[in-house]
Nanobody
Framework: QVHVVESGGGLVQAGGSLRLSCTASGSIFIFMDWYRQAPGKQRDLVAS???????NLVESVKGRFTISRDNAKNTVYLQMNSLKPEDTGVYYC????????WGQGTQVTVSS
């Protein structure tokens, strides 16, 4: 059985930093992604990383966020620096290839 668990969210002031972690157990996945869902909005992709280390970040977080991965631990990290109020939302981890599995999400709140 596959479990995807996120951690590391919290409340931070604008300009601060947070590090999110996501561990997928039960299988090895080629891709692991971070999504963000702001209040009242759809869930959007923020960053992705393959097992080979290829990364992709959306334009709005480039230069501020870094995605990394520890394949031995089947864990992906999202280092978020210079946080802005518009980064507020629930951050979800998706592990896929093969199958597709979502975590329950972790809340990130950035105060101005």
């Amino acid at each position: 059985q596959v479990h995807v668990v996120e951690s590391g969210g919290g409340l931070v002031q604008a300009g601060g930093s947070l590090r999110l972690s996501c561990t997928a157990s039960g299988s090895i996945f080629i891709f692991m992604d971070w999504y963000r869902q702001a209040p009242g909005k759809q869930r959007d992709l923020v960053a992705s990383i393959s097992s080979g280390g290829t990364t992709n970040l959306v334009e709005s977080v480039k230069g501020r966020f870094t995605i990394s991965r520890d394949n031995a631990k089947n864990t992906v990290y999202l280092q978020m620096n210079s946080l802005k109020p518009e980064d507020t939302g629930v951050y979800y981890c998706k592990a896929w290839g093969p199958g597709e599995y979502w975590g329950q999400g972790t809340q990130v709140t950035v105060s101005s």
